[in-house]
């Protein structure tokens, strides 16, 4: 049974169309152009270092996803590809163009290395596939983009898709499309409904302890947790691997080989923690990705649907949680709402979901107050704690004994997520 992006493009891609499409993450908007582009390219032969059709994707994961697309459906048609991205050899590459591709998957800037080295030629490319080209937009990739398109052949067939189709990217891509077929299966910024969302209202100061909490009383197969820095990345993956926790990161200061290992330990259930920036945030296709985490909200609201959109995929129900602590993460969560047009319910201390109301957060107003006592009262000298010298470091102290004389719960430990003991307020 096709979802509506493959039921809207597959026909106007067989008959020769230009597409301008949008559909939300997670439909099945690859196979939209790729079943049919395997269809296409079955008759006919492509010559040594002109391949037969381009694809065009912003990051090194959206593109390896690509290539996995094509290898699976096409797997009983005799046909070659090549998959160009940055931190893989360039012998390699080159070999495969040498014996030519019917098929040429890449990123803009590799690409462009090869072509400006003489090694690809593209005056035989039939068929250009631009993919996220909002995600292109976002990364300065445009002009990259409408430079490798100045060397395409003007008779061609070209898929423009986009996660979403705003008045900007409609401008970019009237520039690439001829009298186009307009797709639209999903309205602009939607979220699926099969994920289930919540906010958990915390603390700066107690974030990590509260993901760790959301961790050990979910039932989760495995989760992505967002981070907007690279820098937290490293250092929330410290601390988990400190309290147990089976966990590896990504991002983009990460080698090309580095990255690899890290998503084929997730892909493969070695590792059920991903802890990643907006890098992994499109084109990491794993349908059974059973939550998401933004332990940081994303500046960006629509960064917010990209990121949930890892879970919830290809009909199965997902869940996303977000923490926010302090008064920029509820306004960025009020730009998120009024993006997707609808309330995110706030988990509240019994564990059930409850109305949001931004102006009575008394947690944001206790953190306020603590950080305007400190700055008002100069003159005193302030006897800071272990954790307010240095919050990063806090979960380097060793697990020590309550006032009561009772050991801290068990971490969660290994690949098996189980319901801890050890429950937070706001989840009771």
């Keep these: 049974m096709p979802t509506p992006i493959q ?21 099945g908007k690859t196979a939209s152009f790729t079943l049919p582009m395997i269809d296409i390219l079955a008759s006919g032969r492509a010559k040594a270092r002109m391949p037969r059709s381009l694809i065009l ?22 046909m070659n590809m090549a ?4 931190g893989v050899s360039f012998s390699e590459q080159d070999a495969a163009l040498s014996k030519g591709v019917d098929v040429l998957i890449a990123t803009p800037g590799r690409l ?10 593209l005056q035989d490319v039939k068929i250009l596939v631009i993919d996220e080209a909002d995600r292109m937009l976002d990364m300065g990739f445009i002009p990259d983009v409408e430079r490798i398109v100045s060397f395409l052949p003007i008779m061609r067939q070209t898929l423009f898709f986009s996660a979403t189709l705003s008045e900007e990217i409609h401008t970019i891509g009237r520039k690439f499309v001829m009298n186009p077929k307009l797709i639209e299966v999903a ?7 099969t994920i289930s969302q919540n906010l958990v209202r915390t603390t700066f100061r107690k974030k990590r302890e509260a993901l760790r909490d959301l961790l050990r009383s979910q039932d989760i197969q495995n989760a992505v947790i967002f981070c907007n820095r690279k820098r937290d990345i490293s250092t929330l993956l410290s601390s988990m691997k400190r309290h147990g926790f089976s966990a590896t990161g990504l991002h983009g200061d990460m080698t090309q080989s580095a990255r690899l290992v890290a998503l084929d330990e997730f892909k493969n259930g070695q590792i059920p923690l991903l802890v990643a920036s907006d890098v992994a945030a499109r084109g990491l296709d794993i349908p059974s990705v059973s939550h998401v ?5 994303p ?3 629509e960064d917010y649907v990209h990121r949930i959109g890892r879970t919830g995929r290809a009909g199965r129900h997902g869940h996303a949680f977000t923490l ?4 920029d993460d509820e306004k960025a969560i009020l730009a998120i709402e009024k993006l997707t047009g609808q309330p995110i319910p706030v988990l509240s201390n019994t564990g059930r979901q409850s109305k949001k109301e931004h102006s009575t957060n008394d947690a944001v107003k206790s953190e306020k107050k603590h950080r305007e006592s400190r700055t008002l009262n100069k003159t005193a000298p302030v006897q800071l704690s272990q954790e307010e010298k240095n919050p990063d470091e806090v979960d380097k102290v060793p697990a020590r004994r309550s006032d009561q004389g009772e050991k801290r719960p068990p971490a969660w430990k290994g690949n098996s997520f189980k319901d801890s003991d050890h429950i937070p307020a706001f989840l009771r």
């Design 293 to 297: 985490f933004n332990f940081d909200v």
């Design 112 to 121: 462009l290395d090869h072509f400006e080295r003489g090694k690809v030629l």
């Design 7 to 27: 039921a809207a493009s597959i026909p106007s891609v067989l008959m020769g169309r230009d597409i301008l499409g949008s559909a939300q993450t997670g439909t």
């Design 187 to 193: 309205k602009p910024a939607s979220t699926a409904d």
């Design 57 to 78: 994707a912003p990051t090194r994961e959206l593109a390896a996803q690509v290539s996995e697309s094509f290898k699976k459906f096409s797997v009983n048609h005799k």
């Design 324 to 327: 926010i602590a302090g008064e």
């Design 299 to 301: 500046s960006n609201a």
């Design 83 to 86: 998959l160009l991205i940055g």
